[in-house]
């Protein structure tokens, strides 16, 4: 079946600019996560959407990046202001239904450069 | 909050060989630890997971095991094959509703034909 997509696969802005990244997750998965990775990095949790449950907002690095979740499926993620440190991928994973089930799935990322 | 710490950082080997990547973490309260593997412009990919009440898991030429006494886990990759050459990803889970994966910095594989 389809996984997890995610648009733009790339984008360029200028510094102080704003950007939307899209997510639309696995269609049926219930908990939906952001996270950032940096060139050469691990990845960095961002923000956590489960089910109408109110967003863990505990990894956003500043009060730039916001996110949203419409309908309990696509998300999108808002930088604000965007500034050089925020260029990195951008990916965003969905995991299943069910309260013993931990398998995140990944996009394939969006690669947000700042100029 | 958790920590995981990945090594090594980049690792080589011949085609045929086992690779072993090794991860420790912090919090004792981590259940769950699985394996990513991240090709050159993808997402990571899981390609194994073991639960705190398992010791050891096996798929193929891909093994994981747990140690919660020391707070370490290992992936083993035998027979290795160019095609495993990639970024490999270990990650631990903070118990709780959130689930939120802590990861680790990531090892570089190589496998030299």
């Known amino acids: 079946g389809a996984g997890v997509s995610q648009s733009p696969s790339n984008k360029v802005t200028e510094k102080g600019k704003d950007v939307e990244l899209r997510c639309d997750p696995i269609s049926g998965h219930t908990a939906l996560y952001w996270y950032r990775q940096s060139l050469g990095q691990g990845l960095e949790f961002l923000i956590y959407?489960?089910?109408?449950?109110?967003?863990?907002k505990s990894g956003l690095p500043s009060d730039r990046f916001s996110a949203e979740r419409t309908g309990g499926s696509v998300s999108t993620l808002t930088i604000q202001r965007t500034q050089q440190e925020d260029s990195a991928v951008y990916l965003c994973?969905?995991?299943?239904?069910?309260?013993?089930?931990?398998?995140?799935?990944f996009g394939p990322g969006t690669r947000l450069t700042v100029t | 909050g958790e920590n995981v710490e990945q090594h090594p950082s980049t690792l080589s080997v011949q085609e045929g060989d086992s690779a072993v990547i090794k991860c420790t973490y912090s919090d004792s309260a981590s259940n769950y630890f699985p394996w990513y593997k991240q090709e050159l412009g993808k997402g990571p990919q899981l390609i194994i997971d073991i639960r705190s009440n398992v010791g050891e898991k096996k798929d193929q030429r891909i093994a994981v095991t747990l140690n919660k006494t020391a707070k370490h886990f290992s992936l083993h990759i035998t027979e290795t094959q160019p095609e495993d050459s990639a970024v490999y990803f270990c990650a631990a889970s903070i118990t709780g509703s959130a689930r939120q994966l802590t990861f680790g910095s990531g090892t570089q594989l190589t496998v030299l034909p």
């Open positions: 994973a969905s995991s299943p239904r069910g309260a013993i089930s931990y398998e995140q799935y």
């Open positions: 959407f489960q089910g109408n449950s109110a967003p863990d």
